[in-house]
């Protein structure tokens, strides 16, 4: 595999962005090419972890605003970018990413930190690799927030979401700064654009953001074994779950039906609607925060 990084100039003077890079290296599992893994890693380094996994075609910078208020509450935040994002390394074919391997990478990562008692915090492709990892580690979790996301094992893909796997799929420009303000219910500014921008200084960068899409098991896809797998273990995930769905978000909305009732560590949860479209760490950061300490609390506790 051919390994791309991003210029660590690319990522100076990022607004509200004032946290210490971290990198872990991890080897693939499948050829032992060495992949750096950023993240963010903030609060005290013994406390309780929060994971905040991020999404596509997004990064740890969409955090910026829950990180520094959940660290104040005394957790550990570790908010990693995945594989061809952000300012991990990014891989220049399409055909190096799975979304197995995309389990695998973060499953290697959490294991060489050592990283216990996590509550996840996810959203987008946050949950569809976050929730995998607690299928395959549970004892490392606590608890799941859960936001605009999910863990699909096949079923008919929404509308919206159909359109823009043609778009990412298809469409010659990948505007990838611009597409993330077109999923906010806020207006970004030019500078919060550029910063979502910022790991890709050109299209060779975008390969992971281009594939992730296609990689949705929405409709016939080999990766429904291991979601079905992972549902096995869900059905009888005890330990607290929380859904906060926003209230305008075209591809998931009504998706925490799918958990709520069924995930036994749903019972008993306070279960929100927060206020926003997509990318609600954008629209509504201190109502996913509140989520985030509730759960985190009740294991703390």
């Not at 190096?96 to 499953?107: C, L, P, T």
């Not at 996590?118 to 799941?144: H, K, Y």
């Not at 209230?247 to 995930?263: E, H, K, W, Y």
């Not at 997509?278 to 509140?290: M, N, W």
Request: aromatic share 12%; hydrophobic share 40%; proline share 8%.
């Amino acid at each position: 595999m051919r390994v791309l990084r991003t210029p660590d100039s690319r990522f100076t003077g990022l607004p509200d962005f004032p946290f210490a890079p971290h990198y872990a290296e991890i080897a693939d599992p499948t050829d032992g090419t060495r992949l750096r893994v950023h993240y963010v890693d903030e609060g005290p380094i013994d406390a309780p972890v929060v994971l905040m996994m991020h999404g596509e075609p997004s990064w740890s910078y969409l955090y910026r605003f829950m990180i520094a208020p959940v660290a104040e509450a005394g957790y550990r935040v570790v908010a990693p970018d995945l594989i061809g994002f952000g300012k991990s390394d990014k891989l220049a074919k399409k055909s190096d990413y799975s979304y197995a391997r995309h389990v695998a990478w973060m499953r290697r990562w959490i294991e060489k930190l050592d990283l216990r008692n996590i509550t996840l915090a996810c959203q987008d492709w946050g949950s569809l690799i976050g929730l995998r990892l607690v299928a395959e580690m549970p004892e490392r979790f606590n608890g799941v927030v859960l936001s605009n996301g999910g863990l699909p094992a096949g079923q008919d893909a929404p509308r919206a979401f159909a359109i823009w796997r043609a778009f990412s799929k298809y469409s010659p420009v990948f505007p990838i700064g611009r597409i993330i303000a077109r999923g906010t219910a806020r207006t970004l500014s030019d500078a919060e654009i550029a910063a979502y921008d910022a790991p890709f200084p050109d299209g060779s960068f975008k390969a992971g953001a281009r594939i992730f899409p296609s990689f949705v098991p929405l409709g016939p896809n080999v990766a429904v074994p291991d979601q079905l797998k992972a549902w096995e273990v869900l059905d009888r995930w005890e330990k607290p779950f929380l859904c906060c769905f926003s209230d305008r978000d075209p591809i998931t909305r009504g998706g925490d039906a799918l958990f709520v009732g069924r995930v036994p560590g749903t019972r008993g949860q306070n279960h929100c609607t927060l206020s926003g479209s997509h990318f609600i760490q954008e629209d509504d950061p201190q109502g996913f925060v509140r989520c985030i300490l509730d759960v985190a609390g009740q294991a703390k506790g």
